[in-house]
């Protein structure tokens, strides 16, 4: 566990790096989250066998995030009291509400750190079999956050918050193992190459046996699917997913027991990522009489992060549209040093593609095929160290304009056209640009680079 002044270090840190910019990167650290289904359904429809005023107990709620300041909050059921958690909450990043029922998911994220895309997505699948799961279109968000930036290496975590289907008729159970398939289809499309965490109410237990997608969230259970760990079976079980139903109290006295609100993580070839503590936050989160504030638990995770020995990334420059890319996985199953020989840039009134050719014969190039085609072929001790980006606007969207790469000779590539809204990155000190990350369509919407050591 960290100590409680860990939160006010958490805090110094981020202005720290706001200070030092390109001076030094923050490559490893710790943060914690917390999932937390706050039973904001209206008091008509579900009163969730919570006692006292639901508005009341939502303004307690927020109370309590800004207190504890847990890093990153996942929220389900933030319905009709939503106003009254934010009301009382003061973490500097948050997501608008998608509304009350029947307009809204419920799903918000509450966070010390800023990100830089952010979706909700509705379920594919609903069923009304036990529980009123179609009343209000319930789904899942992702976001990737930023964990740290600075102007070499970038830290970033793709979160993803869901709600599930309730209930255990048959139909429930295929909606509910349709709604983790989901996450699960997205996490393949999206989050290929980055640590990822998912965390909020699944609505799944390891014991009933017709909950099947979870296991299969697991890398323990799964080969092929996204390598997942679950926290608690990790650090509450031994490793081992439990096969006897093990209900909780709320609130919970004990971390052994299972609940369905859950937190699963991976980390990447760019970012280690550990969990290092896991806690039914109960107690926090009790009203001054003892009664509780949800009908659920709140879940607390504590985890390690350190930036990847033979991976790291740059921050993200442009907007957030496109198909997510990442040249990490195939950089990641290299049995050499990845080594540039050759840039290929296209651009003409904006940036249209980028791309490199490694020592090797790898290939990697990203956006469309229009623009004027630029190359540069880098000699045998040149390395490519630090490149250029300008953002502008077209229809509406931020996207890049231009690029200029330098290697280690002073020797550039420039592509597109250059804008006043510019960023530079250079690779950490003894390390070198190998690669591409970001989204692309017929341009380049975002763009980041992918550092090995030299
Ligand atoms: C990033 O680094 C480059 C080159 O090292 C420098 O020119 C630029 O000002 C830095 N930008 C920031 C935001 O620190
Ligand atoms: C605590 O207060 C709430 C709201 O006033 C009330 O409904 C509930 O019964 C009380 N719980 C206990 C244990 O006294």
Redesign the pocket.
């Known amino acids: 566990m960290f100590q409680p002044c860990r939160r006010v270090n958490a805090a110094l840190t981020a202005s720290l790096l706001v200070l030092q910019?390109?001076l030094s990167a923050t490559t490893s650290g710790e943060f914690n989250i917390l999932a937390m289904n706050v039973a904001g359904l209206p008091e008509i429809l579900n009163g969730n066998e919570v006692p006292g005023d639901k508005t009341t107990n939502a303004g307690i709620i927020g109370s309590r995030f800004a207190e504890y300041d847990y890093d990153v909050i996942h929220v389900q059921e933030d319905f009709n009291y939503h106003a009254y958690i934010y009301a009382t909450d003061d973490h500097p990043y948050r997501t608008a509400t998608s509304g009350g029922v029947p307009i809204g998911s419920g799903l918000n994220t509450l966070s010390n750190f800023d990100w830089v895309s952010f979706d909700r997505v509705k379920w594919d699948t609903c069923s009304d079999a036990s529980e009123n799961d179609c009343l209000t279109p319930k789904g899942y968000t992702f976001m990737r956050v930023a964990i740290a930036t600075?102007?070499?290496t970038s830290t970033y975590i793709d979160m993803y918050n869901l709600h599930t289907d309730a209930g255990t008729e048959d139909g429930d159970e295929v909606a509910r193992n349709s709604n983790v398939n989901q996450v699960a289809a997205r996490i393949a499309a999206s989050s290929t190459g980055n640590a990822v965490l998912v965390f909020g109410d699944t609505n799944s237990r390891y014991t009933r046996v017709a909950d099947t997608a979870i296991r299969a969230l697991l890398a323990s259970e799964n080969a092929a699917g996204p390598g997942l760990t679950d926290a608690w079976v990790e650090l509450e079980r031994g490793g081992v997913v439990p096969t006897v139903e093990t209900v909780c109290d709320n609130p919970s006295t004990t971390n052994a027991c299972e609940t369905v609100d859950k937190v699963f993580y991976r980390g990447s070839a760019l970012v280690e990522l550990s969990a290092a503590g896991w806690t039914y936050a109960s107690a926090r989160f009790l009203q001054s009489n003892g009664s509780v504030l949800s009908d659920h638990n709140p879940v607390n995770v504590d985890f390690a992060w350190a930036a990847g020995g033979a991976l790291r990334q740059s921050a993200f420059w442009g907007g957030p549209h496109g198909d997510w890319f990442s040249d990490v996985p195939t950089l990641a199953g290299l049995r050499a040093k990845p080594k540039p020989t050759l840039l290929s840039f296209r651009g003409a009134s904006r940036l249209d593609a980028v791309g490199l050719t490694l020592a090797d014969g790898t290939v990697f190039a990203h956006g469309g095929t229009g623009g004027d085609a630029a190359s540069l072929a880098l000699g045998a001790g040149e390395v490519w160290l630090?490149a250029e980006l300008c953002q502008g606007e077209k229809s509406g969207q931020t996207r890049n304009f231009w690029i200029r790469a330098t290697t280690n000779v002073g020797r550039t590539l420039e592509a597109g056209t250059r804008t006043d809204d510019c960023?530079?990155?250079?690779a950490p000190s003894g390390w070198q640009i190998v690669g591409f990350l970001g989204q692309d369509g017929d341009e380049m919407d975002q763009l980041a680079f992918v550092y090995a050591p030299q």
């Open positions: 910019g390109a600075s102007n070499s630090g960023t530079s990155f250079a």
